[in-house]
Structure formats: C-alpha cells, structure tokens
C-alpha cells in the first residue's frame, strides 16, 4: 500500500515561533488532507489539498503532487495549536480510503 | 456548519460484550467510514459503505465486525464480541463522492468514539 512518512515526529516550539510540518508520499495521490487531533482528541479538517497552495488565517500548506510532498505551515504559532498533525492521503486507485501517517507532536509553550 | 456526530463519546465494555457505535453522516453525503484509533497510535482504516453495501474493507475488519445504515440517517458498526485489544477510539467518517473522477473527495470525521473493553 501507499507509504505516508511525516517529519519531524515531535515539534516543541515557543509561542509565536513558524513551523513546517512535511508528508512525504510513495504514490500518486488523489486526495490529501491535514489534520489537527486536540488533546480531547478530534480530528479538526485543516485542509484538503490534493494540489495547489492553500491558506486559512495563520495555516496555510502547499502539495507538490508530482514531486510527492506536502507541506504544512504553522505561523506565529499559540498554545491552541498543540496537538498532533496528521497528513491523510487517498491513492489514485478508484478507492477512497484514507491512508493516515503517523503524525507529528506539536507542543507550543507560552 | 453540518458535521458528523458519533455516539456515544465514550463506552466502557466487558471482554466478550457486544457494542453498538453509532454515527449519522453529513446528510447529502454518499460514502461512510469507519476508521479506528489505538492509544498513541496513527489512524488506520477499518471500512467504507456506499450504497447500502462494504466498498472496501481492511484486514482489522475481521468477522467480528459489522456494519449497517439501519434508516436514512444512522450508520452504525458493531463489535460482536470485544477483545481487550478493541479498545481504542473509533472514527466515522463520510465524504460526498469517491475519487473515481470526482472532484472533491475531502472527508469529514466525527469526533470519535472512545471505547474501552475491561
């Protein structure tokens, strides 16, 4: 099946600090999306960006399909943002099956 | 904003019970998940439906799970007869189309359902 590495695997940062989480993925992809799962643990739909630049006030990520990456911004980041980030992809299969890497822990302290 | 909603958020099972988590999709939606979670560990992929019947299944989806839309709104999964290494939590998900050529395929969670066999 499809490979989805995410780096780095954990992230601590003081508030008000930018980061840039990575997803790596083996395959062509239909569909990616990023996701942020609170402490309650919920996942929180970021973004869906199979392709293309999106922004959504302090978060904005950008997928290079052809070169199999994705990358996701956090700017000035709060203590809200902690959490873990997860980048799910759905091959180019005629499935649409989600395939989650593992994450990456983010603790932001004030 | 629609959104998924699971219940309940958390159940408390006894080794060999059957459970029942239940889950009403976005409404104009067509495909539903479920997806399952273990303590500290990533989001795999347990089962899809559409149009009353499994698309697609995973390996974890052995013969003590099932699923069903019992009505025009619900989608449940039920675990026949739980294992200690069930507990963890459950995801239901839907999203309006499938990637056979659609344009937008973006999956919407529900906020889970923490089940713990004892």
């Known amino acids: 099946g499809i490979q989805v590495e995410q780096s780095p695997p954990d992230l601590i940062l003081q508030e008000g600090a930018n980061s840039t989480l990575r997803c790596n993925f083996s395959?062509?992809?239909?569909?990616l999306q990023w996701f942020h799962q609170n402490p309650w643990g919920q996942l929180i739909n970021l973004f869906y960006i199979p392709s293309g630049t999106k922004q959504n006030g302090r978060l904005s990520a950008t997928t290079v399909a052809t070169e199999r990456y994705s990358l996701l911004y956090i700017s000035s980041s709060q203590t809200t943002d902690s959490g873990v980030y997860f980048c799910a992809v759905e091959k180019n299969s005629g499935y649409s099956t989600l395939t989650f890497g593992k994450g990456t822990m983010l603790l932001v302290s004030p | 904003e629609p959104e998924v909603t699971q219940t309940p958020s958390h159940q408390v099972t006894q080794m060999g019970q059957e459970v029942i988590l239940r889950c009403v999709p976005i409404?104009?939606?067509?495909?539903f998940y479920w997806y399952r979670q273990i303590l500290g560990q990533k989001v795999e992929f347990l089962v899809s439906?559409?149009?009353?019947?499994?698309?697609?299944k995973s390996e974890i989806f052995d013969d003590q799970f099932s699923v069903e839309r019992p009505d025009g709104s619900n989608f449940t999964l039920k675990i026949r007869s739980t294992k200690l290494e069930d507990s963890a939590m459950y995801f239901c998900?839907?999203?309006?189309?499938?990637?056979?050529?659609?344009?937008?395929?973006?999956?919407?969670f529900g906020q889970g359902t923490r089940l713990t066999v004892v």
């Open positions: 439906f559409y149009n009353n019947e499994i698309s697609e």
């Open positions: 409404s104009n939606h067509l495909y």
């Open positions: 998900a839907s999203s309006w189309v499938t990637a056979r050529g659609a344009l937008d395929t973006e999956a919407f």
């Open positions: 395959d062509s992809v239909n569909n």
